[in-house]
């Protein structure tokens, strides 16, 4: 039976369509994929984009393929909602884009847009038998990273008592050239909220970058998102060779790192980097030793490195960090002013940390711009009112006393809390002990649970030995009053 020529027409018609479907999605990609290398570096195309080919294309959907799973899964989470933007804003109408995995099938029938023109590349050859890796990219996308803010560099990082040794010891590590010798590795940067601990990892990742370094900023967050989604689509070994091939790896809120696997893959990436000798940056609001929920070996290898601290901000610091916010503010808002006085009264009065400081100057700002209230005393005491805080005695806790007496001691928290009768242990357990007694409104019996449920006339014969020191040994008195002042802070 032969077709009619109705049915041959309609037949040829819809073979056009699909043709001419397929000949503009091959265009739009083109103008597509130009817009994404520019947004995203060439590295970054390079390495996820550049293997994307149109499967199909019909109408508003088109379907877009990948060689393997593991791109696909990064595509779909990261990148694919900023391609259905580029693809619509070039469309000028709103389309839906699909990415599947390519099969052999499948591969023989991808529509082939004429190449993006790029300056030629030289490609290292893979090693036999062998899939070839993903090219990192300093650049922070990469890996599904946190992006950086190119504000937060060393320069605007402001330099105080509490934390000339974390800057100095993050600025040692970012200015180091590849070729150089690691010298602390891993680096962990622990602070509260708000200190600045996240400005320097931002400082180390543009500086080294800009070197020339393969540079990964995540937070812990994206670490454990990353490693699962690598396990749920079965590409577990290209994430971790993609990972071990960085330069400078830089963690973030590393208290939140969940998961018994994900840590253990966390401590073989340690492990692998350390011994081929890259440089790990991490970040924490404890020190290793009070991450309880952290794999034991992975607080063992960050203990191994160096461990800095940043304290809380002095007032002569928050002074300085309000005398740069007010020079940004007059680029911004020219006419803009504060007076002396109210920059004392801010840095004396909002003590917690630098986001409340950018939150009281902000008011100021807003105040002053809104309502014309010029900037006085009386309108910052109004304006940040519930940003100050009421100095009251401060409430100590045991934990607290536990965790400031064992960095004092260079010994673990756990360690005071365990059974050990070392000469190195009992000392600092018994401190802390007189501490809870003399610092606390806690009984004994109940101070002796906190400490390993220990009985209450330890506690006491504690407490009564360590009485007897202090007013013997100078040095011990000289000490036990140190950690006094510490906790009062």
């Known amino acids: 039976m032969f077709a009619t020529h109705d049915t041959v027409r309609e037949i040829t018609e819809d073979a056009t369509d699909t043709m001419s479907d397929s000949m503009r999605a091959g265009a739009i990609w083109e103008r597509v994929s130009r817009r994404l290398r520019a947004e995203l570096g060439e590295d970054v195309f390079s390495s996820w984009f550049k293997s994307i080919e149109i499967e199909a294309a019909q109408g508003d959907a088109v379907r877009l393929s990948v060689p393997t799973r593991f791109l696909k899964s990064w ?32 591969a023989r029938a991808v529509v082939r847009p004429r190449p993006v023109e790029e300056t030629p590349r030289p490609a290292a050859a893979p090693a ?19 992006p950086l803010d190119p504000r937060l560099t060393f320069d605007t990082f402001i330099q105080g008592r509490s934390n000339t040794l974390a800057r100095a010891a993050a600025l040692q590590v970012a200015q180091a050239r590849p070729t150089d010798a690691v010298l602390f590795n891993p680096l962990y940067i622990h602070a509260g909220v708000g ?69 253990a893959e966390f401590c073989h990436t340690l492990n692998a980097l350390i011994d081929a000798g890259r440089q790990i940056v991490v970040a924490g609001d404890r020190p290793p030793s009070d991450l309880e929920n952290l794999d034991e070996r992975v607080r063992s290898r960050l203990a191994g490195g160096l461990t800095v601290e940043i304290g809380a901000l002095d007032e002569n610091l928050r002074f300085d960090i309000l005398k740069q916010k007010l020079a940004q503010a007059k680029l911004a808002h020219p006419g803009f002013d504060v007076p002396p006085a109210v920059m004392t009264y801010v840095a004396k009065n909002v003590t ?138």
């Open 352 to 489: 917690q940390n630098g986001r409340d400081l950018d939150g009281a100057f902000n008011r100021l700002i807003a105040t002053n711009r809104l309502t014309s209230q010029p900037v006085t005393v009386e309108m910052a005491e109004r304006s940040i009112r519930d940003l100050v805080r009421v100095v009251e005695p401060k409430r100590v806790k045991i934990e607290d006393i536990q965790k400031i007496v064992a960095q004092h001691y260079n010994v673990s928290r756990s360690d005071i809390l365990s059974s050990r009768r070392t000469a190195t242990v009992v000392r600092p357990r018994q401190i802390a002990m007189y501490l809870a007694k003399t610092m606390t409104l806690r009984s004994l019996p109940e101070i002796g649970r906190r400490f390993g449920g220990r009985d209450h006339t330890t506690v006491l014969h504690a407490v009564r030995k360590i009485e007897g020191l202090v007013g013997q040994d100078p040095a011990l008195c000289e000490e036990v009053e140190v950690l006094k002042r510490r906790l009062n802070d």
């Open 128 to 146: 036999a038998g062998r899939a070839e890796a993903p090219q990192l990219s300093s650049v922070q996308n990469t890996l599904g990273g946190s």
């Open 195 to 263: 200190l600045g601990k996240t400005h320097l990892l931002h400082a180390v990742a543009g500086m080294a970058q800009a070197g020339g370094r393969r540079v990964l900023y995540l937070t812990a967050e994206k670490f454990t998102f990353g490693f699962v989604a690598a396990l749920k689509n079965q590409t577990a070994i290209a994430f971790k060779e993609a990972l071990r091939n960085i330069d400078l790896l830089i963690i973030d809120d590393l208290q939140f790192l969940q998961g018994k696997q994900t840590q």
């Open 75 to 106: 595509i779909d989470h990261h990148y694919k909602d900023r391609i259905i933007a580029r693809w619509s804003e070039e469309a000028d109408r709103p389309v839906s884009i699909d990415v599947a995995v390519r099969t052999a099938a499948s």
